[in-house]
């Protein structure tokens, strides 16, 4: 039996088509499924030591009484350079005395960050 050359044509075809379409249907169930990567770093003694803060009694900053203090001793403090402290001794003559340390955030330049710098060194001498 002899085979025409449409009928091999025919044949290769579809022998290629079945090779195709076994190829794609065997890479869909071999995909590479996701990896999950962990990673541990491990800390240098330096990064491992515990840090340890000062207390205000252990800083270079005294407390100050901020209803007593010159320009001068205010200008100790955190972030209060010679403007600010001038600031808070002209509001204590004009407005009298702090009642509680928290007060001297009513002086106009010192605001939330800035008075949470200074609460731990100022007192109203109560």
């Known amino acids: ?10 044949l290769l075809l579809t022998a290629v088509f079945l090779a195709f379409s076994l190829g794609w249907f065997l890479r ?10 962990e990673t541990e770093r ?16 252990e800083s270079a900053v005294p407390i100050i009484d901020i209803n007593t203090a ?8 955190p972030g ?16 009298g005395p702090f009642r509680i340390p928290e007060d001297i955030a009513k002086v106009p330049g010192i605001g939330e960050s800035t008075l949470e710098g200074l609460i731990d060194f100022i007192t109203t001498g109560e």
């Open 1 to 10: 039996m002899k085979i025409s050359k449409l009928e091999f044509a025919t």
């Open 28 to 37: 869909g169930s071999t995909a590479a499924q996701p990896v999950r990567v």
């Open 42 to 57: 491990t800390l240098s003694a330096a990064e491992n030591s515990p840090v340890v803060l000062p207390t205000p009694s």
């Open 70 to 77: 010159a320009a001068e001793e205010l200008e100790a403090l």
């Open 80 to 95: 209060i350079g010679p403007k600010r402290a001038a600031d808070i001794v002209a509001y204590r003559e004009e407005h």
